[in-house]
């Protein structure tokens, strides 16, 4: 939907561009001044509200391009809403995306970044711009000065975020690389979900572990078969990258989980503490991979982490925490086991020319020689690519204190089981 052409009334773009500076460049001890002043100046407008509307959109609307130029992508803005503000800016968040997408075609954006816009259901549902705020408010049931502290809130949030490490193209430019699944990918995908949906639905842990351990096997042939693939074509891949978020509580644990998804894939984790996502580097096929795989072992963690229950000392103080940190880590540990076994058991099958079908079965081909040479080259292209996105990278180290939450975790994970379901994880 295009912008709605109309007349604004004389400086109203700097009344909003005057507000939201004075909040943004207010330091910490004089933001509620700033925001208290800023919002009176906004709300006071009450004949000129819609000029209003449109131009607090209009400056949103550059803030929000300047985020995506410095390396920011749709889920990322929403993330540091949700982890700083509330729901309400979480509404409006997600309506501001949507304003600024107007500006680009749908053939101009990658997959990922579609993705992202329909997870957030990012749609621009007002008629035109004047209108935008009078239908928030009402939506929301806020009057003019609680909207417009929200949104000078919000803008602030957004105004201080520093340049991040880029994940795919910018908005507007052409992606760099077909915007949908590569062919042959969703056929793959739909038989590893009914793998693991089969996984979970079973009451026995052999089986599940069976399960899991084919529906691995299988992303690692899809790997190892793009691996070929790009070996033979004049222009090989490069790698891409994505981010998922990780939050607290046990953020380091969830951060050691995807490293071990991430890890039998063939993709490498960054972890960004401070902003709460990890960037995942790899090719196009793995990276796919690892979300599905990691989505479904938190959300099965995280079940499991709760019906193991809480813990006490002797003396009674909780030991709650330390438990489920402990339980976390190990079940991250013996994940990594498991999904390790099935890569090497794809691989070797492979080099030996025994090909793993979709449907489960296996054929008898020619070994091919360029197998490990390619699949080491796409290692090195990671690392490579790591490299330069990522020149200065520390270890992490986490601490496990509780051996019965140790126990615990690597039992859960031996009876794991995946599927492709997302969820929101709470502790």
Same mark, same amino acid.
């Given at each position: 939907m295009g912008r709605h052409k109309g007349e604004r009334g004389p400086g109203m773009d700097g /009344? !909003?561009?005057?507000?939201?500076?004075?909040?943004?460049?207010?330091?910490?001890?004089?933001?509620?001044?700033?925001? *208290?002043?800023?919002?009176?100046?906004?709300?006071?407008?009450?004949?000129?509200?819609?000029?209003?509307?449109? =131009?607090?959109?209009?400056?949103?609307?550059?803030? !929000?391009?300047?985020? %995506? =130029?410095?390396?920011?992508?749709?889920? *990322?803005? &929403?993330?540091?809403?949700?982890?700083?503000?509330?729901?309400?800016? +979480?509404?409006l968040a997600v309506d501001l995306i949507a304003a600024e997408g107007r500006r680009h075609p749908a053939a101009t954006l990658d997959r990922r970044w579609q993705e992202q816009l329909r997870e957030l259901s990012a749609e621009v549902w007002w008629e035109g711009d004047e209108g935008y705020l009078p239908g928030f408010a009402h939506r929301h049931r806020l009057d003019r000065f609680a909207l417009a502290t929200t949104a000078l809130e919000l803008l602030r949030a957004w105004s201080h975020l520093p340049p991040i490490a880029p994940v795919g193209p910018v908005p507007g430019a052409a992606p760099q690389r077909p915007s949908g699944p590569v062919q042959g990918e969703p056929r793959m995908l739909s038989r590893i979900r009914a793998l693991l949906a089969k996984a979970e639905s079973t009451e026995y842990p052999e089986e599940a572990e069976a399960l899991t351990a084919k529906a691995q096997q299988l992303m690692a042939q899809h790997s190892i078969d793009e691996a070929l693939l790009a070996a033979a074509r004049p222009a090989a891949d490069a790698p891409a990258a994505l981010r998922i978020g990780v939050d607290n509580p046990y953020e380091g644990p969830k951060t050691m989980l995807l490293d071990a998804v991430a890890a039998a894939n063939r993709c490498r984790v960054v972890w960004a503490k401070e902003f709460g996502f990890c960037t995942i580097v790899g090719f196009d096929p793995d990276l796919d991979a690892v979300e599905l795989l990691y989505t479904s072992l938190l959300v099965q963690a995280t079940s499991a982490m709760h019906r193991a229950g809480s813990r006490q000392h002797l003396d009674g103080a909780s030991r709650t925490k330390?438990?489920? +940190? $402990?339980?976390?880590?190990?079940?991250?540990?013996?994940?990594?086991?498991?999904?390790?076994?099935? #890569?090497?058991?794809? #691989?070797?099958? =492979?080099?030996?020319?025994?090909?793993?079908?979709?449907?489960?079965?296996?054929? +008898?081909? !020619?070994? *091919?020689?360029?197998?490990?040479?390619? /699949?080491?080259?796409?290692?090195?292209?990671?690392?490579? #690519?790591?490299?330069?996105?990522?020149?200065?990278? #520390?270890?992490?180290?986490?601490?496990?204190?509780?051996?019965?939450? %140790?126990?615990?975790?690597?039992? =859960?994970?031996?009876?794991? $089981?995946?599927?492709?379901?997302?969820? &929101?994880?709470? $502790?």
């Amino acid at each position: 939907m295009g912008r709605h052409k109309g007349e604004r009334g004389p400086g109203m773009d700097g /009344l !909003v561009e005057r507000a939201a500076h004075q909040v943004i460049g207010a330091p910490a001890e004089g933001l509620d001044l700033a925001l *208290d002043t800023g919002a009176s100046l906004l709300a006071a407008s009450a004949d000129r509200w819609p000029e209003v509307s449109r =131009a607090v959109l209009a400056f949103a609307e550059r803030t !929000v391009a300047r985020a %995506w =130029a410095g390396g920011w992508r749709p889920a *990322d803005l &929403a993330r540091v809403v949700r982890r700083g503000l509330g729901p309400v800016h +979480q509404a409006l968040a997600v309506d501001l995306i949507a304003a600024e997408g107007r500006r680009h075609p749908a053939a101009t954006l990658d997959r990922r970044w579609q993705e992202q816009l329909r997870e957030l259901s990012a749609e621009v549902w007002w008629e035109g711009d004047e209108g935008y705020l009078p239908g928030f408010a009402h939506r929301h049931r806020l009057d003019r000065f609680a909207l417009a502290t929200t949104a000078l809130e919000l803008l602030r949030a957004w105004s201080h975020l520093p340049p991040i490490a880029p994940v795919g193209p910018v908005p507007g430019a052409a992606p760099q690389r077909p915007s949908g699944p590569v062919q042959g990918e969703p056929r793959m995908l739909s038989r590893i979900r009914a793998l693991l949906a089969k996984a979970e639905s079973t009451e026995y842990p052999e089986e599940a572990e069976a399960l899991t351990a084919k529906a691995q096997q299988l992303m690692a042939q899809h790997s190892i078969d793009e691996a070929l693939l790009a070996a033979a074509r004049p222009a090989a891949d490069a790698p891409a990258a994505l981010r998922i978020g990780v939050d607290n509580p046990y953020e380091g644990p969830k951060t050691m989980l995807l490293d071990a998804v991430a890890a039998a894939n063939r993709c490498r984790v960054v972890w960004a503490k401070e902003f709460g996502f990890c960037t995942i580097v790899g090719f196009d096929p793995d990276l796919d991979a690892v979300e599905l795989l990691y989505t479904s072992l938190l959300v099965q963690a995280t079940s499991a982490m709760h019906r193991a229950g809480s813990r006490q000392h002797l003396d009674g103080a909780s030991r709650t925490k330390s438990f489920r +940190q $402990s339980f976390l880590v190990a079940y991250a540990a013996r994940i990594r086991e498991r999904l390790a076994a099935a #890569t090497e058991q794809a #691989t070797s099958d =492979a080099a030996a020319g025994r090909h793993l079908r979709e449907d489960g079965s296996s054929e +008898q081909l !020619v070994p *091919d020689e360029r197998l490990l040479p390619a /699949l080491a080259a796409r290692e090195e292209a990671v690392d490579g #690519t790591v490299g330069r996105m990522f020149p200065k990278l #520390t270890a992490q180290r986490v601490r496990v204190s509780d051996g019965e939450g %140790w126990a615990a975790g690597r039992a =859960a994970a031996d009876r794991a $089981s995946l599927h492709g379901r997302a969820g &929101a994880i709470r $502790s």
